[in-house]
């Protein structure tokens, strides 16, 4: 120490020593606590929140694997099959809508169908004709849903889509 401050700190009572050394302990603990503990505790909650982000985007992943495999192992319909199933699909979910096939495409029309219909019909014809969107055009109404066309593709002769 230099020779004043040891002087200095020879001059004070018993109770300023004590109450100096303690606010000196109190100024080192804040400042370790501020440069070492934070930084370390800021760092493991961002690890917790990726942890969290990266544990929802396996599953939803191994979901998306589960939904692939399983259109894998599905027997490929003849396009026979697939129309008549396409029909069938039509007409329980959307009795309006409009067919007309040509070759290895339909085309699809309907009008005023909510979203959740066209949804639910969309993903069952994919799931069950085995058909492939080519082109969609859709407009939503002013009464809120949904009228436009698709163009859908068969599965070919052989069973693939």
Do not use: C, I, Y
Request: overall charge positive; proline content about 5%; hydrophobic content about 45%.
């Amino acid at each position: 120490m230099k020779p004043w401050l040891s002087q200095r700190w020879q001059t004070l009572s018993p109770r300023e020593k004590t109450g100096l050394q303690a606010a000196l302990w109190f100024l080192l603990a804040a400042l370790a606590w501020h440069f070492l503990l934070l930084p370390a505790g800021s760092v493991w909650h961002h690890h917790t929140n990726e942890w969290v982000t990266l544990e929802k985007q396996r599953q939803q992943m191994a979901g998306l694997q589960a939904q692939a495999q399983a259109l894998q192992k599905r027997t490929p319909l003849s396009r026979e099959e697939a129309l008549k199933s396409l029909q069938a699909l039509t007409r329980s979910a959307m009795p309006s809508a409009q067919l007309a096939a040509q070759n290895e495409r339909v085309s699809v029309s309907f009008k005023a169908a909510s979203a959740a219909v066209v949804a639910s019909w969309l993903q069952s014809a994919r799931e069950n004709a085995q058909v492939r969107v080519l082109d969609a055009q859709w407009q939503r109404t002013p009464e809120g849903l949904w009228e436009g066309a698709m163009v859908l593709k068969l599965p070919t002769r052989n069973g693939s889509p």
